[in-house]
Structure formats: structure tokens, C-alpha cells
């Protein structure tokens, strides 16, 4: 390979890798509740009230309240006091004895991502210990490990829907006409390979139409289950599918149902697929287009007014390149195939000629809306090894490596052997059975590439996640860790650190020593000792933590409670 293309390919794999990488905010974080976690409020209030970081779904929050037992004590009634997005709360039944509760909560971020937590409060006088642990009581709230996987393999199956059925109505109407005007005879093979072609692209928009439908139906299901904790069948009621048809999600992924509904309907009532038709399709296939940067992250992340244009422009681009390949696979092949070999050859190469610009165009769309991105989202080139979001984009940029492989053998060779070859007219021999080989390959490496890209929704970029105050939970021995590092970004920083005993909530006092180490491996900077100091029952600070380089630091948390044990916790940090 010359230079020239060495280069333009690695640019190419670079955009494509930044392009495809959903952006994602950070998750809303529980900055306060009314009762205070671990409070003894000395007579029961109307309502429980939690305050976050960010506004959440106001319709589809799920604040529950136990008693010691483990029965329910609220009322259902779930609202934003005051209208304001960033507060829930939930009533709670009158005449409850004097004893300890705990409130759990499943809200909505406004990135569409479920976010749960749970504390122990008290009324009157402390009670007995709750009966279950309240990570007990949210993980008995939440989906089921199935209901998360299946909600992967539809997001799956919207990315793909959208691919083939866009990509073929574009691949109709810019390439296979085109090509069969330049190159087709006026007899009734070249007519039979006309109608042939449009029943299989016909029978694939139709195909892709009612996987649309499904997938968006399924979808809505699924993420009601998710957001309100609940078992998939559960969710399979009026009540909770209206609730979610409320949200940004629901309206969305509504939306996009009904343009496949009306993208179908069109398709099915011509069969021909005349161009006016073609014409009425670019409505609904525009809808289409615009739903997922609507209903994704670009449509909640600042500045919405940029991402969402690059979104659909990406959408737009690796639907014409991977539908397009698609069609070469699925349907060239069979209308060509009672065409004479010298024919068969002669739109072969018509067809790869008119389709290689329009995948250089997909490419050079995925450059620009890549770089945009990145200035958006990506802090340094370290993200892309020091973050799990990093890593997991490097594992895609393995597939769109060898994707433009493929495509770099069929224009480089494959193309100019079947121009050669119809100019001679021969079959196309040899030069089909790659191009066929080729095809299959780039399809399943497209079908993989939308298979990550529907993964990586959990992940959020190291940019977004940086932008402020950064604030996590993990388990650590028998206790749960709340860390926060303020304000996240280089220099000072202070860090609280707030331990809670897992099985009620209550502040862990059982510590003798707490030691804070952080390091920036993807720099070799560290260990650096952090020196905490005890501010209050299970609180501690850093006031003074000095994190002097971005990028994701990793900070090593360990509570000795014993001469003997001591449990450890580590977890990664971005500094912007």
C-alpha cells in the first residue's frame, strides 16, 4: 500500500474509533436526603425526600421505604417537590411506630441510565436492625441479569435495522439504478434482474421495518424493567409502559416505532418501489435518522446543538456504507445471477464504481464528526489505555481496522479486475468469489462493530466524567465506601471519604486505620500517599490531596479493622 493510502487508512481507523464512541454523562449522584442518612427524626415527617446532582425522570423515579421487617411503609406517591427535576420524594403512610426504616431509590439520569442507592433512617428512637441489608433491598428491586443482556441485544438490533433499511433505500436509489441505466440491455433478463432486485431490497426494508418495530416496542418494555427494578414481567403492564412513553427515552424510542410503522407501510403498498415513493420514504427514514442522537447521549450532553448534528450525520454514514454492503451481499447476487457472465460482470464493476465514492464520503464523514468529538469528550490521548472506556474503543478499533482492510482489498483489486474483466467481457471468475469473500467479511465486522457500539452505552468518556466534582460507591469488606474527589480536575483536590455499615447504612465505626494511596499508572506517577484524617463517625478527609496530572488516577483505599484484618478497595479517578 503506498503512503498515501497508509495514511489516509489510519486516520480513517482513528475517526471511525472516536466516532463510533457514544457519549455519555456523568450519572446523577445523591447529594442530601430529608431524613438525613443514619438521622433519628424525633417524629415521622410526611414525605421522604432525596435531593441529586442532576435533574432525574420525574415520572419514572421509584423511591420505596421499609420497616424493620422488610414490608413497605410509603405510599406510591412519587413527585418532584416544587417542580424541581434535581428532587424526588415519596409519601409515606401515617401512624408508623418509632423504629428504623430504610428508603432505597431507583431513578433515571438524564443520560437514560438507571441509578440506585439506599440509607437507614430512624423515627422516634432507634430500632432494631433492618431485617434485610439495604443493598439486600435494592438488588431485590432491580433487573435481573437477563433483562440487562437482552436490553443489549435489542439496542443491537436498532443499530442494525437502521443500517439496513437506510442503507438499502440508499443503495436503490444511488447505486443499483444508476448502475443498471449505465450499463443494462433492453431485454428480459436485464428487465428480470431489474424486478429481482427490487423485491429482494423491498423484502430487506420490509425486513429491517418490522425488526424496528420490535426492537422498539421490546426496548420500551425492557426499559421499564430496568429504570423501575422490576421483573421483566412486571413490566408488562399499562402502568409502567406509560410511565416510561413519559420519558425522553419512551418519547424517543416511541417516535422511531412509529416512523418504522410508516417507512413499512409505504414500502409494503408499492412494490415497484417507484421514486416517489422513495421520496415519501425520506420522511419516516429521516425520523429514523435523528432518533438515537435524540434519545442518547448527545441530545442531554452540552452542547447539544453540535453533538446532535454529528450524531446523525454518523448515523447517516455508517448506514449507507454498512447497509450498502449489505445489499452487495443480499441482493446484487440474486438479480444478477440469469444475467450472462459478461453482464454479470459489467454491473458488478458499474455497481462498485458508483458505491466506492459513497464509501469514501461514509468515511470522510466519520473523520470530521470523529475529531469533533473528541475534542468534546476525549481529555488526552491516555484516555483511550488508561479508562475502561478507552479500552473497550481500542477493542473496536481492532474491527474497523480490519473492516477498511477489506475495503482498501476490493477498490484496490478487486475493482479494477472487474472493470478489466467486463471490458473484456468475461465472467467475473476469480475477482467475484473475493468480492463475495470480501462482502462477507466486511458484514460481519459491520455486524460486530454495532455489537460493541450497543455495549459501550454503560461507559462514559473520561471527558464528561471529569467535567466536576466526581463522587462513586463501592463495597469494601463489610462496609460500603462513598468516596468524593472535589473539584476533580488538576492540583488540590479534597477528598471525603464516608464508610457505612452495608447491612443498615449506619456510619462504620470500626475502623483503627484508614490509608489513601493514588497513582496515575498510565504516567508511572505513584504511589502517592494520601493522609486522611477523621472528620466525624465514618467520615474522613484529604483536604489537601494533590493530583498534579490529568488523566485517571487510580486511588487505593484500605480499612484496617484489626491487628489482623484489613479490607482493601481501589477505584479510578478522572482528573480533567
Known amino acids: 500500500m503506498r503512503p498515501r493510502a497508509t495514511l489516509l487508512a489510519l486516520m480513517s481507523v482513528a475517526a471511525l474509533v472516536l466516532a463510533t464512541a457514544p457519549s455519555a454523562l456523568a450519572h446523577a449522584q445523591l447529594t442530601g436526603s430529608d431524613p438525613a442518612r443514619g438521622a433519628v427524626a424525633p417524629e415521622q415527617p410526611e414525605r421522604v425526600t432525596l435531593r441529586f446532582s442532576e435533574p432525574v425522570e420525574a415520572t419514572f423515579g421509584d423511591v420505596r421505604v421499609f420497616d424493620a421487617s422488610g414490608a413497605r411503609v410509603d405510599d406510591g406517591d412519587v413527585e418532584h417537590p416544587g417542580g424541581a427535576g434535581e428532587t424526588l420524594s415519596v409519601g409515606l403512610r401515617p401512624g408508623l411506630p418509632d423504629g428504623g426504616y430504610t428508603a432505597t431509590y431507583r431513578v433515571i439520569s438524564a443520560d437514560s441510565h438507571p441509578v440506585s442507592g439506599g440509607?437507614?433512617?430512624?423515627?422516634?428512637a432507634r430500632g432494631p436492625p433492618?431485617?434485610?441489608?439495604?443493598?439486600e433491598l435494592i438488588d431485590g428491586g432491580?433487573?435481573?441479569?437477563?433483562?440487562?443482556?437482552?436490553?443489549?441485544?435489542?439496542?443491537?438490533?436498532?443499530?442494525?435495522a437502521i443500517a439496513v433499511g437506510l442503507g438499502a433505500?440508499?443503495?436503490?436509489?444511488?447505486?443499483?439504478?444508476?448502475a443498471l441505466a449505465a450499463v443494462g440491455g433492453a431485454g428480459e433478463a436485464w428487465a428480470s434482474a431489474a424486478r429481482r432486485f427490487e423485491r429482494r431490497a423491498r423484502m430487506l426494508v420490509l425486513a429491517a421495518a418490522a425488526a424496528g418495530i420490535v426492537s422498539g416496542v421490546v426496548g420500551i418494555v425492557l426499559q421499564g424493567a430496568i429504570a423501575a427494578g422490576v421483573p421483566l414481567g412486571d413490566a408488562l403492564t399499562p402502568h409502567v409502559v406509560g410511565e416510561v412513553l413519559d420519558t425522553r427515552f419512551g418519547t424517543v424510542w416511541g417516535t422511531r416505532t412509529l416512523a418504522w410503522v410508516?417507512?413499512?407501510?409505504?414500502?409494503?403498498?408499492?412494490?415497484?418501489?417507484?421514486?416517489r415513493i422513495l421520496a415519501a420514504a425520506a420522511v419516516p427514514a429521516a425520523v429514523i435518522a435523528v432518533t438515537p442522537a435524540l434519545g442518547g447521549h448527545a441530545g442531554a450532553t452540552s452542547p447539544a446543538a453540535l453533538l446532535v448534528p454529528l450524531d446523525v450525520a454518523?448515523?447517516?454514514?455508517?448506514?449507507?456504507?454498512?447497509?450498502?454492503?449489505?445489499?452487495?451481499?443480499?441482493?446484487?447476487?440474486?438479480?444478477?445471477r440469469r444475467l450472462d457472465p459478461p453482464d454479470r460482470s459489467r454491473v458488478l464493476a458499474a455497481a462498485l464504481l458508483r458505491f466506492s465514492p459513497l464509501a469514501l464520503a461514509s468515511v470522510a464523514a466519520l473523520l470530521v464528526t470523529g475529531v469533533a468529538q473528541s475534542l468534546v469528550y476525549l481529555d488526552a490521548f491516555g484516555d483511550l489505555?488508561?479508562?475502561?472506556?478507552?479500552?473497550?474503543?481500542?477493542?473496536?478499533?481492532?474491527?474497523l481496522a480490519a473492516?477498511?482492510?477489506?475495503?482498501?482489498?476490493?477498490?484496490?483489486?478487486?475493482?479494477?479486475?472487474?472493470?478489466?474483466?467486463a471490458a473484456e467481457g468475461a465472467p467475473p471468475g476469480a475477482a467475484g468469489r473475493v468480492l463475495r469473500g470480501t462482502l462477507r467479511g466486511e458484514v460481519a465486522l459491520v455486524a460486530a462493530v454495532l455489537a460493541v457500539t450497543a455495549a459501550l452505552v454503560h461507559f462514559s468518556p473520561p471527558g464528561e466524567a471529569a467535567s466536576g466534582p466526581f463522587s462513586t460507591d463501592v463495597a469494601i469488606g463489610d462496609a460500603r465506601l462513598e468516596l468524593t474527589v472535589d473539584p476533580a480536575l488538576v492540583g488540590t483536590n479534597e477528598i471525603h471519604l464516608y464508610l457505612f455499615r452495608a447491612a443498615d447504612g449506619a456510619q462504620y465505626t470500626a475502623t483503627r486505620e484508614l490509608r489513601v494511596a493514588a497513582s496515575l499508572p498510565e504516567r508511572d506517577l505513584g504511589p502517592i500517599d494520601v493522609e486522611p484524617r477523621r472528620a466525624g463517625p465514618g467520615h474522613w478527609v484529604a483536604p489537601r490531596a494533590v493530583l498534579g496530572v490529568a488523566g485517571t488516577w487510580r486511588v487505593e483505599i484500605t480499612n484496617r479493622v484489626s491487628d489482623f484484618d484489613e479490607h482493601a478497595a481501589t477505584v479510578e479517578v478522572p482528573v480533567g
Not at 433505500?169 to 444508476?178: E, G, I, K, T
Not at 454518523?314 to 452487495?328: E, K, N, P, S, T
Not at 473492516?403 to 474483466?421: D, H, K, S, T
Open 403 to 421: 473492516l477498511i482492510g477489506l475495503g482498501a482489498v476490493n477498490r484496490q483489486r478487486v475493482v479494477p479486475r472487474l472493470r478489466a474483466i
Open 262 to 275: 410508516a417507512l413499512g407501510a409505504l414500502v409494503l403498498a408499492a412494490p415497484g418501489l417507484p421514486r
Open 119 to 124: 440509607f437507614v433512617f430512624s423515627i422516634g
Open 314 to 336: 454518523h448515523v447517516v454514514a455508517m448506514a449507507v456504507w454498512g447497509g450498502g454492503l449489505a445489499m452487495f451481499l443480499l441482493a446484487v447476487p440474486a438479480a444478477t
Open 169 to 178: 433505500l440508499a443503495f436503490l436509489a444511488l447505486v443499483w439504478r444508476p
Open 130 to 135: 433492618p431485617a434485610q441489608r439495604v443493598d
Open 385 to 399: 489505555t488508561g479508562t475502561a472506556f478507552g479500552r473497550a474503543i481500542l477493542a473496536k478499533a481492532a474491527l
Open 142 to 160: 432491580g433487573a435481573d441479569g437477563a433483562v440487562q443482556t437482552a436490553a443489549g441485544v435489542v439496542r443491537w438490533v436498532a443499530y442494525a
